[in-house]
């Protein structure tokens, strides 16, 4: 699949059709709850506060799915406008409703082993994330979920490089927290640093 960065109007049209073939209810099935949980973690919104301010994005984008690619309002990469659409709902709804602490909500359980499996990794990851700055904890997140650095950008109001580099300075952060304390070199062996 070619580098979104490099593609034309029309080969954007192709990548959005090629990733959900079924169309804008394929695209809902996809992403509506990964588009809750990552509410949930970025901006510690509770379960209802995410799910509705998901909903409201999935509408908009829904309003545009259709538009011919020549249109001004054609949303050529729907999972950061969704998500962005969603954040900004939720910072409007945060003015008027002070919001749960993730860890104060009940996460939604999964009925088979391999979702719960699954929902138990995202919350490992989150926990982890939880050390880290606002800006850097979202771009991990995101980067968890699959975005590119360009959909990172649009979705957070910056520019590509500013999430290379937050993204780098969060894996410096991470470092220690998931490398296993070095004891030294083997007897033998030389340091290579």
């Known amino acids: ?3 979104e960065e490099d593609l034309t109007l029309d080969g954007v049209a192709v990548v959005r059709e090629l990733d959900y073939p079924g169309g804008f209810e394929d695209f809902f099935g996809t992403e509506y709850q990964r588009m809750v949980t990552a509410l949930m973690i970025m901006e510690r919104a509770s379960l209802p506060d995410a799910d509705g301010c998901v909903a409201h994005a999935m509408e908009k984008l829904f309003e545009r799915w259709n538009l011919p690619n020549s249109d001004p309002g054609y949303v050529r990469h729907p999972r950061a406008y969704a998500m962005k659409t969603a ?12 919001t749960v602490a993730l ?3 009940e996460p939604m359980l999964a009925a088979d082993g391999a979702a719960s499996t699954m929902l138990e990794s995202r919350q490992v990851v989150a926990n982890i994330l939880k050390c880290l700055p606002p800006a850097q904890r979202q771009v991990m997140h995101l980067i968890t979920e699959g975005y590119t650095p360009n ?8 520019k590509p490089n500013n999430i290379r580099q937050i993204a780098h300075q969060a894996k410096e952060r991470l470092r220690p927290l998931l490398e296993p304390p070095t004891t030294g070199a083997p007897q033998g062996e030389d340091e290579k640093w």
């Open 87 to 98: 954040r900004r709902r939720f910072a409007q709804e945060r003015q008027r409703v002070q």
């Open 1 to 3: 699949m070619p580098d």
């Open 103 to 105: 860890d104060e909500v």
């Open 151 to 158: 959909e990172i950008a649009e979705i957070l109001c910056k």
